[in-house]
């Protein structure tokens, strides 16, 4: 990426936050910065049919997916209309959870699929974010 002749280099969090947005056209997102609240999710969206909803953006290397204290907590408090979308680092695809699931994914890791929503596709991001 390119910002006044500079070359930029993307987090891989942040490389996975342009994923969403150019597949999702739908949906209006606010991406709020980590320093605001701690725990917080990273993505906040909203649909005029589905109302708001939060997305915690992970990306993992390895099996296991790392969450702090606060991210638990918040998750833990806010079990509904929150979603943790994790890039596994060999995989193009991610996988959506949803945010009750963040006590058995920071214990377990990866493949947690008892309550994954998995995607196939890019395009499905969209819609699995709208019908859960």
Known sequence: MRYFGRVITLKAESK???KVKKNTPNIIW?????????????????????????????VTKSNK?????????FHVKHPTNTFILVQPHASRTPILY???AIQELAACGLPLEACSLPLEAWDQLESLLLAA
């Open 16 to 18: 996975l936050w342009l």
């Open 30 to 58: 606010t991406r709020v910065e980590s320093w605001a609240s701690f725990g917080f999710p990273d993505l906040v969206g909203y649909t005029v049919k589905r109302g708001f909803f939060t997305v915690e953006l992970k």
């Open 98 to 100: 949803p945010g009750s």
């Open 65 to 73: 997916v790392s969450f702090s204290p606060h991210q638990i907590a």
